[in-house]
């Protein structure tokens, strides 16, 4: 969308402009180009196994010559195909473990074409599988399944549209697309493609799930110059069950039960809603709001279901950290700010925040929480190194929030542990964090669990060296952590003060690798075709999804096309949220980098442009197709796609510094150039498919907001 | 300048500069600049025609001129040359008289709102007395900007003019700069420089 990633000389890289929300287009236009020129990497997808991937050179595995069962008749109609589903001899069970309660999982016996001897075989049998098998194969009582290979799934989908209909649909010409597919071919294994908040579209599923597929087809994962995905990565052991303290569990802890109010990773199927009405004989579908049975827990959801009491009424809303009204597509909607004041949605709303953030301003109670200089944390760094590392932040200045006892300032932290022994909680106090030597520790500050998190994190794997005397004294570090002494045992200050010194622990550069394998590599299976997904449902029409990836123009619940809702002719705009440079997406404090993007603007091109007689500069309103507007100043350049218009993230604030608040004696905030700008979250799409409740454009099977795409006009104030 | 004497001077490499601004902060806390003025800046622009589109950035500051029309404006002899040839102003001299200003040709110059008087790069000439390199030059993450005696021909910067074509911003005025860019003849042809002309 922005032609602003590219440095401006030299020819190593290229700006390939593409139409929001239509990645799955390019992508299996992609993947039609590169099997119809069989330039597939048949060895690796033909692994049945990792062992054989391995012993060709890979380091990763799929299931592209896996059986799928493609027979509305059969039960287990797409599945994947079992050793049980042909009545085949399985491989007895391994002994149970004794110290696990649990009973031993059934183990999936997958089956493939043996190449070798043309029969079906577990593939963990077969030395290499057909990928493009499909016929019927005899189930053991005589009767057939029909049957195909997981790739040749992925195949037809890919080559149901030709590539100039795909072309068409992203806006990248033909030519184009097999330059990119030609120059992806070329370099072996060594070759990667991933997406982070670009995929977030009411489609995005296959917009980033194409990333992966792709890279399948080449074999490209964990191996060097390929792709380690960009979730995940080593990192040391820190809140876990760690080698000083366990610190993912402790005495009393209770399992954590029910539905998240946010509606994912539960699926419809197993709410009491939709019992309820199978049991009255009613057909269970829509529900009310989506659910989805992937993924994890999700703000976006999370608004839309507190706004319309469902699946359940909030009753206590704790936001910590966030500002999902700036962040969550359709969330600052007018009408959605309105029922999220009533009482009768968010009865009591309390906030844990260094900042008047959108968010907080809607908050009964705020506590006063620290910032990054005055807290502790643990973030992960993802797969942007490829060792194992964990990075950490630790207080380098005393907070400015108020001192609540000696040394104890108010904190997000030091106010749950208050709160929880209050009421009794287990797990906090000073008989709290079991260590490994059985002993009981206190939780009663932050820095009890931080510090211990630390002692894990500096005696895993090759204990962590000892700091020597010289940095201490160099860093002043024993000033700046005498306070905390208490926090930890003699012996594991030194290791931890290693760590901290350096701001965390960082295997060797280049050690995550052996030879040319990334070694904290995943065993797990790259999924062509998902029967998770393929046997999940959407929960408002009850079909199923399709278990591969695929070319899915935006559409909302109900199916209706967002193009045939919304023609082209009268919305002729996808909205583009993109990252500006110093901003990000929810608030920032830096008044010296605000400085450099004073305000964002109304992004087109410059064709575009003069066809609608626009000029840069003109203050222009945006129009949702759904309702809102939003109002700012046209940016015309060529740097941006045509049908698009880019907004930088970050912008468009109400609150956050913008409006003065009275506190106290003080008057703080009140600041306009805070306010600059237009948030284009404000006017996102919502879904008409729900007439009676309010719910923001998304995606039916993760619930992926419309952060991307949708359909907008712009008009001339 | 005498010929024995030391010539200070800023080579940009275009071709590595990835448009972070880490110089732009850098120079604004080592030089405590106040809110909203910027002694050293860079500008981003889009280049070419659609879909063929990439986009600029080029690193901006003063250009320390050989021919320097603001030390030629200056009525009271404020700016004035320091060590290396480094053009810089006396804020005890400067009357604010804002001549400096209208003369600079690469907008490099400000009147300091507090001081009342003009303030600009100065190759953060104590932090190079003291044995280190400008702010925006010891922060650079791509190692794009450079900094040295242009009369040393041992120096990284002769040795990188030496090595590759290079250019000055708007040679046409006679200023001769002494901060050269590499790739700059690539880096503004058919560049959109609406944005550029004026501080951000």
Known sequence: MNGGALGPLGGRGKWVPIKPATDGAFGLAMIRWIIENNLHNISYLSSPNLAVAKKRGFNSWTNACHLVIDDPKHPNNRKLLRAEDLGLTTPPLPEPDPKQTAPAKKLDYFITIDKASGKPAIYTDSQEGDITFQGELTVAEGRTVKVKTAFLIVKETAFSQELSAFAKDCGIPVETIIEIAQEFTSHGTKVGVDGMGNTAAANGMDGAWVHYVLCALVGAFYKKGGLIPGIGGASYKSFTPGPRYDLATYPGAQPVQGARISRTGFAFEKTSEYKKKVAAGQNPYPSKLPWFAFGSASDNQAIFSIVNNYPYQAKILINWMANPLLSAPAAARKEVLGELKKVERVPLFITIDAFMGEMSALADYIIPDTTQFESWGLPGIWSNFAGRATSLRWPVVKPMTPQIAEGRHACYENYLIDVAKKVGLPGFGDQAIPGADNTLYPLNNAEDLYLKAIANVAFDETVAPDILKEEIELQGLAELTNAWKNSLKPDEWAKVLYVMSRGGRFEKHGSGFIGDNYKYSNPGCFNLYSEALATAKNAYTGKPFSGVVGWNPEAFADGTLLSKAFPEDKWPFKGASYKAKFRSATMLANSVLREFNKTNYVEINTEEAKRFGLTDGDKVKVISATGAETSGILKVRPGIALGTIGVAFGYGHWEYGARAHQVGDKKLGGDATIGTGILLNAICLIDPTFKDSIYGFSEMSTGIPSRNGGAYRIEKI | ?200
């Open chain 2, 1 to 200: 300048m005498p010929e024995n004497k030391s010539h200070y001077g800023m080579v940009i490499d275009l071709r590595l500069c990835v448009g972070c601004h880490a110089c732009t902060v850098a120079c604004k806390m080592e030089n405590n600049l106040p809110e909203g003025f910027f002694r050293s800046w860079v500008v981003e622009a889009d280049k070419g025609e659609y879909p063929t589109v990439t986009r600029v950035k080029l690193p901006r500051l003063c250009n320390q001129c050989e021919s320097a029309p603001c030390e030629q404006v200056c009525p009271v002899k404020a700016t004035h040359r320091d060590e290396g040839g480094v053009v810089v102003v006396d804020s005890k001299k400067c009357i604010g008289c804002r001549y400096c200003i209208s003369a600079c040709p690469y907008d490099a110059r400000y009147i300091h709102p507090k001081k009342g008087t003009a303030d600009k790069c100065n190759l953060c000439l104590e932090r190079v007395k003291g044995g280190l390199m400008p702010a925006c030059v010891s922060t650079c993450i791509a190692h794009a900007r450079y900094f040295g005696d242009l009369n040393d021909p041992m120096s990284e910067v002769s040795q990188l003019l030496s090595e590759n074509s290079y250019q000055v911003l708007r040679s046409e005025l006679g200023t001769k700069p002494s901060v050269f860019y590499i790739g700059l003849d690539g880096a503004l042809a058919g560049a959109d420089y609406a944005n550029l002309a004026k501080r951000r």
